[in-house]
């Protein structure tokens, strides 16, 4: 799950609007009254429950003595190292709780439905931490969140009872069958495709559907219904059983399969259309169920409007009723006829697709159409007959550890294919005046090959638009410098128009130590790889990057090139830096390796050494000799582009600035990057007051343990009447200059 960001939501509200339209021109005008006095319904308790929401989240806000009576489920509760973590209800909501102790959670699972009264302290809900990244703001509002509390007591008041408690003790007996499937692959893959349950599936696993564009088939879509739902109908007519009585009893079966997996977006939309599909009413379409449904969803549920499950649902539904409502009018004649519909719709795919997650697999449409022929004749018969190993003697067994191991061969061919670097697109985050442009386009052509038969010359005109359209980011004429949130570490991103030059200082990271992480059995490497793959590498696909000019590591720090192997592995980078006399430090030497098996030229760097990138001037002032202190070795880099001026000082701290200021290195700046994200061993007052900024950004970590940025360091800063930004309080930070204009700097937390 991910939510929705500014600017796709409008994009989303065009294309329900239609439906509006098109009740205009229909002759029965009670569908337009209900239409309208839904869309009314629907606005009004939209801002009540934003009205809400706002009060209570910030009636609670960063209060430390919180009191509330709760219910919960202790099934609910997922445990993590020596912790849990879950949701509880009260009458105005759900709240996340955290840090909830293990060994009551096991006390807790022998009910199925308790109500607590819990102790602690109220936790803020951030924005994003980059641009069109992960909203958790909008996440919570979503899914119903007011906000989380850091538990500190929990005391248990009783249990409940009554048909929800019934309901739900029958729900987890289902699970816990599940679970003891002999084969415990097969258990896991039961769990995600048929219970909605993804906690026990690797992330790994997870990472391969998303980068493939099959993670529909982990979210109970409606293509899981409609398989189920022919399968059950294929048994009715083989009992003899009549059509009519067959629909009303798939129908009860599938209201029951939804309430035990709890009914998600993509469930309900499909359910909901199927219900509506056995009303006598034959002038109702596909597209009217459609839009009914988005509209009941939203009248009780406003806020998933932000919620991705629930765009992606019912978008790529109505572009599969609008090519069936719409047939194209191909010529009978021409050998290429055949090719016309997917590459049509696979044009429309990557559209919606990439406006999620800006990098696209461009053969996802193949891949889906052979997972959904491998999981209706294979997958899903084999999943429904590992359920009934109850009913098997034991000795049988045996059959489901093949199974497995067969299964586990299958999926980890899926990985390899995931990880085959030459299918993936970086398309980057569309302007909202290109997405309107692109589906302006998208309509024409629709309505055009309605009323004319499709030529080649009109369908390579329609490829060609859509193609300059979607690569925008390719040919955009703006130009940007950005200092990535990547929480406690260093990553600033420089691009000049047309991403003719694009380069990259420092990579974020994790720190870990030997005695351990926090996070189990994870390896530093894998701690590093998922922390690039959630924070570094979004925001970069996000501004279309997919190759860098030069990736510059300051010094070798593990906040600072933790991510180096993932940019590595994922981007073409043609260049590497390092300052010289560092490359023998261990922490570079798998980035080494992995520059010499990938062919990026290594260079190292002293002070002195200047390059011109295609208008972005970069000129290395530090380090001009070998320092014993790792911090002081850091490369000190000024930046220079059109006239404004930004230094960058790693975690270089007083001795380096000293040096810099006797040099006369030390010339005014527009933009300082303090320094060893704002610590007390940098930014001097002498320093400071040399380079004048107009501007200092922290790139820090939200209360991380170093106590960063210190209170000094703030204290001179502002003496020196400047723009103070941290990454902890406005996300990403980033200048832009468009065609014509000047800069224009911006967060991601403002947007």
């Not at 590459?343 to 919606?352: A, K, V, Y």
């Not at 230094?647 to 290195?665: P, T």
Request: overall charge positive; glycine content about 8%; aromatic content about 12%.
């Amino acid at each position: 799950m991910a939510c929705l960001q500014k600017g796709q939501s409008y994009v989303f509200m065009v294309l329900l609007l239609i439906w509006m339209f098109r009740l205009l021109w229909t002759k029965d005008k009670a569908w337009l009254v209900l239409a309208s006095l839904l869309f009314l319904l629907t606005s009004l308790n939209y801002f009540y429950q934003e009205k809400t929401y706002s009060y209570l989240s910030q009636g609670y806000h960063d209060q430390e003595n919180i009191c509330l009576d709760l219910k919960l489920d202790p099934h609910d509760i997922s445990v993590k190292g020596s912790r849990g973590y879950g949701l509880a209800h009260f009458p105005r909501g759900k709240i996340f709780l955290s840090h909830l102790d293990k060994d009551k959670i096991q006390e807790m699972k022998k009910a199925s439905l308790i109500r607590v009264r819990v102790k602690g302290e109220w936790k803020g809900v951030k924005g994003p931490e980059n641009f069109d990244s992960f909203d958790e703001q909008k996440f919570y509002k979503s899914q119903g969140l007011v906000g989380k509390l850091k538990v500190n007591e929990l005391e248990v008041l009783g249990e409940l009872l009554g048909l929800e408690a019934i309901l739900k003790s029958w729900k987890w007996k289902i699970y816990h069958y599940i679970e003891q499937v002999p084969g415990p692959f097969l258990s896991i893959l039961f769990q995600s495709f048929l219970l909605n349950d993804k906690s026990q599936l690797p992330e790994d696993f997870k990472r391969s559907f998303q980068q493939l564009g099959l993670m529909p088939f982990l979210a109970l879509s409606g293509f899981h219904v409609e398989v189920i739902a022919l399968e059950l109908r294929r048994l009715f007519y083989r009992l003899g059983i009549r059509r009519k009585r067959t629909e009303q009893v798939v129908l009860a079966l599938l209201l029951l399969y939804g309430s035990l997996v709890g009914w998600p977006i993509s469930m309900v939309r499909a359910v909901g259309m199927h219900a509506l599909s056995l009303l006598p009413i034959k002038s109702f379409t596909h597209f009217d169920r459609l839009a009914l449904m988005g509209g009941v969803i939203l009248l009780v549920k406003p806020f998933q409007l932000h919620s991705l499950s629930y765009i992606l649902s019912f978008a790529m539904t109505l572009i599969l009723i609008l090519l069936e409502e719409n047939p194209l009018r191909l010529d009978p004649h021409a050998y290429w006829k055949t090719l016309i519909p997917p590459c049509f719709l696979s044009i429309l795919t990557l559209f919606l697709t990439g406006q999620f997650f800006f990098r696209v697999n461009i053969l996802l449409m193949v891949w889906s159409a052979l997972f959904a022929v491998a999981f209706s004749y294979a997958l899903l018969p084999l999943l429904i007959f590992a359920s009934f190993y109850g009913l098997l003697d034991n000795r049988l067994w045996g059959i489901y550890s093949i199974v497995d191991r067969w299964l586990l061969i299958f999926f980890d061919q899926i990985k390899k294919i995931a990880d085959w670097p030459y299918a993936y697109w970086v398309m980057g985050k569309l302007p909202l005046c290109i997405d309107l442009l692109f589906l302006t386009v998208i309509l024409f052509f629709l309505v055009y090959w309605g009323k004319n038969r499709v030529r080649l010359s009109s369908f390579m005109s329609f490829f060609c638009l859509s193609f300059l359209l979607l690569n925008y980011n390719h040919w955009s004429l703006k130009a940007s410098m950005i200092m990535l949130n990547v929480h406690q570490g260093d990553a600033f991103l420089a691009y000049t128009p047309a991403k003719r030059k694009t380069v990259l200082i420092d990579t974020g990271g994790v720190l870990a130590y030997k005695g351990g992480s926090g996070e189990g059995a994870l390896s530093y490497e894998e701690l590093n790889r998922r922390h690039a793959n959630r924070y570094l590498l979004p925001a970069l696909f996000r501004e279309g990057i997919s190759r860098l000019d030069i990736l510059i590591l300051t010094h070798p720090d593990a906040d600072h090139i933790g991510g180096a192997l993932s940019v590595m592995e994922t981007l073409a980078v043609r260049e590497l830096w390092i300052s010289k006399g560092s490359e023998g430090d261990p922490n570079y030497r798998a980035i080494l390796d992995k520059a010499k098996e990938k062919a990026v030229l290594v260079r190292l760097l002293s002070s002195g050494q200047e390059v011109n990138l295609a208008g972005l001037d970069i000129k290395v002032i530090s380090p001009d000799r070998f320092y014993q202190e790792k911090n002081e070795q850091s490369i000190v880099s000024r930046f220079n582009y059109k006239g404004l001026r930004c230094l960058l000082m790693g975690d270089a701290g007083v001795e380096v600035e000293n040096n810099l200021i006797q040099k006369g290195q030390a010339g005014a700046v527009d933009i300082l990057k303090v320094g060893h994200h704002g610590s007390n061993s940098s930014s001097s007052q002498a320093f400071v007051d040399a380079i004048h900024p107009k501007e200092a950004w922290i790139s820090v970590g939200e209360n991380n343990r170093y106590g960063h940025p210190k209170q000094e360091v703030l204290e001179v800063l502002k003496k020196a009447n400047c723009r103070i930004r941290q990454t902890a309080k406005e996300g990403a930070v980033r200048i832009d200059w468009f065609a014509g204009m000047g800069p224009i700097v911006s967060n991601s937390r403002d947007r």
